[in-house]
Structures are given as structure tokens and as C-alpha cells.
């Protein structure tokens, strides 16, 4: 199976930046996807940024120009540079990746999420 470890949340005031990390590890293939999403309080939650193990990323509009999402293929972890914080970016991070691993001959795909990371900008 996969697990999934964030790090890099805390509290910023707004313009601030901060880095989130997502390490995978476990028993895989390869990671066709990984990406970030996020839930405010009171609020569903929201894809906010991904990238696939080709190089293809996608942002939702309210981060574009401020977020900048990275991955390390060789060391298994993506990456969300946050920059020009606002208080609306407070919410829970959850990192999130779709594996593929051999299992009896097969090959499954499963999707994995973290524990999520506190991220709070306010003054």
C-alpha cells in the first residue's frame, strides 16, 4: 500500500508564503498523479492544484499566479510553493496521489490521501 506524509503547514499572514511537502512511500508501480486539495471550515473540499508523472499540472483559478505545484519523481514527493497568501487560503491540505501497482499478475490503481496539514493565514 502507499502512505502518504505532508509537512510544511502552519500560520502566515497574508502575503506570506509557505511550502507544503507530500513524501509517498510503500509498495507501488509508479504514481501516475499527485496533487493537493483543500477544505476551509464549513466548506467542501476542492481540488487545488496537480501534476501528473509526466509534467502536466492543473490549478484551480483561485491560486493560479500564486501557487506553484512541483514534483520529484525520483524521490516520490510533489511539492505546493505558496505565495502572496490570502486568508481565504486557510484550510486543511490534504495531499492526494493515484498509484498503480502489481498485485497477483494484475495491475491496480488506487488513490491515496494523507492526513492533511493546517495551513492559516491570517494577522
Known amino acids: 500500500q502507499v502512505q502518504l506524509v505532508e509537512s510544511g503547514g502552519g500560520l502566515v499572514q497574508p502575503g506570506g508564503s509557505l511550502r507544503l511537502s507530500c513524501a509517498a512511500s510503500?509498495?507501488?508501480?509508479?504514481?501516475?498523479?499527485m496533487g493537493w486539495f483543500r477544505q476551509a471550515p464549513g466548506k467542501q473540499r476542492e481540488l487545488v492544484a496537480s501534476?501528473?508523472?509526466?509534467?502536466?499540472?492543473n490549478y484551480t483559478d483561485s491560486v493560479k499566479g500564486r501557487f506553484t505545484i512541483s514534483r520529484d519523481n525520483a524521490k516520490n514527493t510533489v511539492y505546493l510553493q505558496m505565495n502572496s497568501l490570502k486568508p481565504e487560503d486557510t484550510a486543511d491540505y490534504y495531499c492526494?496521489?493515484?498509484?498503480?501497482?502489481?498485485?497477483?499478475?494484475?495491475?491496480?490503481?488506487?488513490?491515496?490521501w494523507g492526513q492533511g496539514t493546517q495551513v492559516t493565514v491570517s494577522s
Open positions: 492526494n496521489a493515484e498509484a498503480s501497482r502489481f498485485a497477483q499478475g494484475r495491475v491496480l490503481i488506487n488513490t491515496y
Open positions: 501534476i501528473t508523472n509526466i509534467g502536466t499540472i
Open positions: 510503500g509498495s507501488f508501480f509508479s504514481i501516475n498523479v
